[in-house]
């Protein structure tokens, strides 16, 4: 959760459109890896996609305008920003506290979503557990371009295990992807243990690059306790260089659909298409 991330004894379980995207196949984004530097040291290794997984979604589909429910995360979103760090929300009819999967979950509940539906299934705290939700609906992926209201999965961010390593703590912070810039930034949303819900960035294509040549911030600090200003910084302390994955929940939303929630009368053809189940597709 940037600089300082705040943990506990336990951990609190817990703009934008596309602006431009490109009409080339997913692995062949890494081509415009080392751009950003000239330093062979820090030469950016874009993160591989696992070996013979086909790309999540064709270029066609990445190059398509916002769906109605991409908008609504995005205007759902744009009513948490500027709140305080793990303060409290009440979002139709239910209280979250913003925490990390606090902010998450209220970002969907505000649209009718309730991401913690399948929490009782699984083990851990608030971000594995809704991991393994999208994962038992195969929504997970690994596409470097990823579209508004994907959730973002990432790792070794703080020492979840209290074994006073940052290399071994699986997914352990988690936002929302609002935009992506032309040069593959990716702008998520996210709770901050200093700025609140904020919106900061990620270039999976410059993972460990924290400023472009223009002096833009491209990756934020993630990993506890670090920051560009600092002399000693973990190994992997940038967003791009501790993400995990995205999950595609708008694809499933018709599973995580609130139970009293007042259907719309007249759902636009993505929502229906979500509101079956994935083997009517």
Known sequence: MGPGMRYTSRLRTGIGIITCVFAVTLSGCATFAGLFTDDPSREPTPPQRPEGKAAYRTPEQIAQPLSPDEKAVLASARTLIGRAPESAV??????????????????????????????????????????????????????????????????????????????????????????????????????????????????????RDYYDPQGRIVNNALAMNSGISRKVNPPHWTSGDLWNSFGDILRVRGHFAVADASPDANPPEKVLLAMKPPDQW
């Open 90 to 207: 009440k979002v139709n009819g239910r209280t979250f506290v913003l925490d990390c999967i606090g902010t998450v979950s209220a970002i969907f509940y505000g649209m009718d979503i309730d991401v913690q539906k399948d929490f009782r299934r699984y083990r851990g705290d608030g971000v594995n557990r809704l991991y393994q939700s999208l994962k038992a609906l195969d929504t997970l992926h690994r596409d470097l371009y990823p579209r508004p209201g994907d959730i973002i999965f990432w790792d070794n961010t703080w020492d979840a295990n209290g074994d006073g390593r940052l290399n071994d703590d699986p997914r352990t912070h988690a936002g929302v992807v609002m935009s992506v810039d032309q040069d593959g930034t990716i702008r998520y949303v996210h709770e901050h243990i200093i700025k609140g819900v904020t919106i900061e960035a990620m270039n999976l294509l410059h993972p």
